[in-house]
């Protein structure tokens, strides 16, 4: 690993470790971990990131089309609308016919702190496009320690394998493999120090909107 590449590494983990701590403690998170997050106050969480991943999504579809470098890191398993959608179908036994909607389910409405989560991404993502590797740095990272929430899950609502948590649990064993394989592909791009920046300053955004759309909840819900 080169020097350069070493130090995003080091920037990536050490200029983010306070947030992620952060997003770590807030109160929602430690009860989805724990499996004490009610099931309405789940699918509330489930909606707002339908239309995160939703904007994550998209903002994928356009920079894999470019010629940038990492265009090549994105994969079609990285698209992950759908499977937040099916797990909210699943738990509110609604039809699924209308995929990848986030306005759709009217009963738990998008908070602002979503709504401002994905203007700034999509603001990012526009002024630099490389600096979507940032925002992918942080959700793909998130799916180490999902897979164990996932689990947590499945025993509190009684789910059956394979339903209400494919969101959190969407690589079963091919979890490592993966998160190897992008961290592997991320190391191998020659970057200059303004696009190192810009993937740091994504990934500090995408805490900081957890972090704000998770306390949101906690004071929508009065718990």
Not at 132 to 151: C, P, Q, R, T
Not at 171 to 199: D, H, M, R, V
């Amino acid at each position: 690993m080169s020097e350069q590449v070493a130090t995003l590494a080091q920037q990536l983990q050490e200029s983010t470790r306070e947030l992620h701590q952060r997003v770590e403690r807030m109160p929602v998170q430690q009860e989805l971990a724990r499996g004490t997050l009610s099931l309405e106050n789940y699918i509330r969480y489930l909606c707002q990131m339908l239309l995160i991943q939703t904007q994550l999504d998209t903002c994928m579809g356009l920079y894999r089309k470019t010629i940038d470098p990492g265009a090549s890191l994105i994969h079609d398993y990285y698209f992950q609308s759908d499977l937040v959608h099916s797990d909210i179908c699943f738990l509110k036994e609604c039809s699924a016919s209308n995929n990848r909607n986030p306005f759709l389910f009217q009963d738990h409405p998008i908070l602002p702190e979503t709504y401002s989560f994905a203007i700034a991404m999509n603001r990012s993502v526009s002024e630099s496009p490389i600096s979507l590797l940032g925002f992918l740095y942080v959700f793909e990272g998130s799916k180490n320690g999902s897979k164990f929430i996932a689990n947590s899950l499945r025993k509190s609502y009684s789910l059956p394998d394979g339903a209400g948590v494919k969101y959190f649990d969407p690589y079963g064993e091919n979890q490592k493999p993966y998160w190897a394989a992008f961290k592997e592909s991320l190391a191998a791009l020659t970057l200059t120090s303004a696009e190192s920046e810009a993937i740091v300053e994504a990934a500090k955004e995408a805490f900081s909107g957890m972090i704000d759309i998770t306390g949101a909840l906690q004071n929508q819900s009065g718990s």
